[in-house]
C-alpha cells in the first residue's frame, strides 16, 4: 500500500497529514491534481503496523495518532 500527502481540494497544497491506502484507488492519481505518493509498506512488520491502524478504525477508533515513525 502506497503512503501519500494529504491536501485540501486543490493541487500543491500538502500538509504533514498523509494517509496509507489499504485498497487501489486509482481515481486518486487524477483527482485535484493527483496526490504524492511518498513511501510504500515494505515489509511484514509494517504491514502489521497496518493492519493494526485499520483495524481500530473499522472497530470505531476515528481517527489515529501515530506519535512516532522511524525510518531505515
Known amino acids: 500500500e502506497p503512503a501519500a500527502i494529504a491536501h ?3 493541487p500543491d497544497n500538502g500538509n504533514s497529514e498523509f494517509f496509507i491506502n489499504l485498497q487501489t484507488n486509482a481515481h486518486l492519481d487524477n483527482v485535484y491534481g493527483g496526490y504524492c505518493v511518498f513511501a510504500e509498506v515494505a515489509d511484514d512488520a ?3 503496523t497496518v493492519d ?6 473499522k472497530d470505531g ?11 531505515a
Not at 52 to 57: F, H, S, T, V, Y
Not at 61 to 71: K, L, P, R, Y
Request: charge should be neutral; proline fraction near 0%.
Open 52 to 57: 493494526k491502524i485499520a483495524a481500530a478504525i
Open 61 to 71: 477508533a476515528g481517527n489515529v495518532t501515530i506519535n512516532s515513525v522511524t525510518c
Open 46 to 48: 509494517s504491514y502489521a
Open 8 to 10: 485540501f481540494d486543490v
